[in-house]
DNA sequence: TCGATAACCGTACCGGGTTCACTTTCATAC
DNA sequence: GTATGAAAGTGAACCCGGTACGGTTATCGA
């Protein structure tokens, strides 16, 4: 996998300039420390660490969004895409957190929602995920139309784009594409904050699972069901 | 309405600087004017600038929001908050825009979408007017659980802060506030495209009138209505 | 007419982020 | 093993958004 001495080296900065960065906004405050500290502290010049980190946000904002547009673009052939979704997160709320730092993960959470200016990071990384989502949903639903039709498939990889030009068809697009977002943005939420409370990751998880399932009823299904039925 | 000579002389500046922003905006794109060419070329001082508008951001994104928290909290008694939002979206469809600055707001709408961190400023507006609408919801939901009490609406108005303790509600709230926010942002972007576009004014809004019934439909029923008839 | 006060100003300052010319360090070809 | 080119790193100067502060001017109320 390439690994030189130089590779490592790079790796072990980046690393490094990271955690520095994520210790000292925890013990002091996001807009509390400069970027000229997290430097000095990591041992490194300015400009070496915006060559790493573009800005200040992206200290802590790393691998912070997860790929839904992804999902539904790979789902299987035939399987509605909110299904799939579904399917995902509850899958996701299954194996709670494998393989993942929790110790890392909740320092970042803790930092995150404490600042002001790195939500609204977030909210332009959930942004961005939406856009995605929105053009992936307008190639399954133009799929779907095409009654099972590979020609619309095809339509859509070679566009690698979606937004398949009927403009009705994109804003039901964009429209599920945005309630899909803001309802998993509102899950991952109230996870992170049940974790940063303190709840064991277990039971987090599986109050997730309910949740997930919750929500995405009420995608399907919408806010008025028959009778009025809430909770 | 007390205006004394001072107060007329301060609207007029704070209204002159925001013109001369947003023209130098348009003009030049909005990273490309500093803030010290705006207050030159509005007569002021930086310091005064500031005074006014408390971030660059603001010199645009003024007045862009609407209060969808008001509109529930204010809907006539027992009726359900999404019939009182598509009531007053529908309503404001059908009025068009009386006595809007249509030049005025279509050069808004232009320098903000082509603005990469003016959207993030829209978006964290929508965030807020989020939060705000889930506690909206949350003393809905509550007021409509205790029968039709006006003990709970009582409570909700002491408390003047929704999130009436309980979790699982307050999620289900903050779920369905997320996709309402998302749904009308949608609209109105789409609406705003369209004028953008050069669209008549009256047209878009017949338009986003259907638009608003169609995304109606979608919370109400959800994705999976009976069959699948999309679009 | 005379304070009080609100708007306004200039300047210096801070922190995030970029540019540039320069040195160090590793990879590679001979 | 050494020459060489590229990548990583550096320091200093700079730009821009935003704040702090002390001081000036104009308006207001009496």
Redesign the pocket.
């Known amino acids: 996998m390439m690994t030189?001495?130089?590779?490592r080296?790079?790796e072990q900065?980046r690393r490094r300039i990271a955690e520095v960065a994520l210790r000292l906004f925890d013990e002091r405050g996001y807009d509390a420390?400069?970027?000229?500290e997290i430097a000095e502290a990591a041992?490194?010049?300015?400009?070496?660490l915006?060559?790493?980190f573009?800005?200040?946000?992206c200290l802590v904002l790393e691998g912070v969004q997860d790929d839904t547009a992804g999902v539904v673009a790979g789902r299987r052939p035939g399987q509605p895409p909110l299904d799939a979704l579904r399917e995902h997160y509850r899958a996701f709320a299954a194996r709670g957190a494998d393989g993942v730092d929790v110790r890392h993960l909740l320092t970042q959470v803790r930092v995150i929602s404490a600042t002001p200016a790195l939500m609204a990071g977030v909210y332009q990384a959930h942004m961005g995920q939406r856009y995605e989502l929105a053009a992936a949903l307008a190639a399954a639903f133009a799929e779907e139309a095409a009654g099972n039709g590979t020609a619309a498939a095809g339509a859509a990889v070679t566009g690698d784009e979606g937004g398949t030009g009927d403009p009705a068809g994109d804003l039901l697009a964009r429209i599920v594409a945005g309630q899909i977002t803001a309802t998993l943005t509102t899950l991952q939420e109230a996870f992170f904050q049940r974790l940063a409370s303190g709840m064991p990751l277990e039971e987090a998880g599986r109050l997730l699972a309910d949740d997930v399932e919750l929500a995405f009823d009420l995608l399907e299904n919408g806010l008025k069901p028959k009778n009025g039925d809430k909770s």
Chains 1, 2 share one sequence.
């Not at 420390?33 to 000229?36: E, L, S």
């Not at 573009?54 to 946000?57: F, L, N, V």
């Open positions: 030189g001495l130089r590779q080296k790079k900065t420390v400069t970027v000229n041992g490194v010049a300015k400009v070496t915006f060559s790493y573009p800005t200040k946000d």
